[in-house]
């Protein structure tokens, strides 16, 4: 059971904007930033987004994080193919005193 | 450009020691903007942060609290890499192992993991 809580699935067709969510609480995302991880399968996890809405170098604009109280999004504009990996939300949680992840959304593209 | 190259056994018997190494470059482990991560991913616990090493001009650690009476996370600056050592292993610690760097307040660079299996 994750500390942060996704929706395990989601899909969209070529060309149209999904989101997908991230709850949490008062002790993390309430109260510390929200990062975004895209993982294809085989493959490490790839830092999407980092302090909620920022986008490291190489990471198109068609990606954009959001947080609101203690919950976050991540958005994706100009859905593709290449897109279909898992989606994981992180925080870190300050009564854990540690990092901790959501279960991961897959996404699926149709 | 920063890498993080794993190494380490990949089946372990339970009881014994899991140890894995991360050498890094393009960085310094004793950086002072960067922290030093392992982290494991499994079916059963999903992602899983385990702690970190970091160099604020002393060495800090933090530990998970699920492996802190277990686990040993420690920097060789002589080898420019870190390492984890997880004792007393049993089967719930199988996974894929990855480390990772902190530089912006997230897991910017990932290594390539490792599966490790515990089993005799």
């Known amino acids: 059971q994750s ?3 996704q929706p395990p699935s989601a899909s969209g067709t070529p060309g149209q904007r999904v989101t997908t969510s991230c709850s949490g609480s008062s002790s993390n995302i309430g109260s510390n930033t929200v990062n975004w991880y ?3 399968p085989g493959t490490a996890p790839k830092l999407l987004i980092y302090s909620n809405n920022q986008r490291p170098s190489g990471v198109p604009d068609r990606f954009s994080g959001s947080k609101s109280g203690t919950s976050a999004s991540l958005a994706i504009s100009g859905l593709q193919s290449e897109d279909e990996a898992d989606y994981y939300c992180a925080a870190w949680d300050d009564s854990l005193n540690g990092v901790v992840f959501g279960g991961g959304t897959k996404l699926t593209v149709l | 450009q920063v890498q993080l190259q794993q190494s380490g056994p990949g089946v372990v018997k339970p009881s ?3 140890s894995l190494t ?3 470059s393009g960085d310094s482990v004793s950086s ?3 922290a030093w991560y392992w982290i494991r991913q499994s079916p059963s616990r999903g992602l899983e942060w385990l702690g970190r090493t970091y160099y604020r001009s002393k060495w800090y650690y933090d530990y998970a609290v699920s492996v802190k009476s277990r686990i040993s996370i420690n920097p060789d600056t002589s080898k420019n ?3 984890l050592q997880l004792n007393s292993v049993t089967p719930e610690d199988t996974a894929v192992y ?3 760097q902190d530089k912006t307040g997230a897991f910017d660079i990932w290594g390539q993991g490792t599966m490790v299996t515990v089993s005799s």
């Open chain 1, 3 to 5: 500390v942060l809580t």
């Open chain 1, 38 to 40: 895209q993982q294809l």
């Open chain 2, 16 to 18: 014994q020691t899991l």
């Open chain 2, 22 to 24: 991360c050498a890094i």
């Open chain 2, 32 to 34: 002072n903007i960067a």
């Open chain 2, 81 to 83: 890499q870190f390492s």
């Open chain 2, 98 to 100: 990855y480390c990772a």
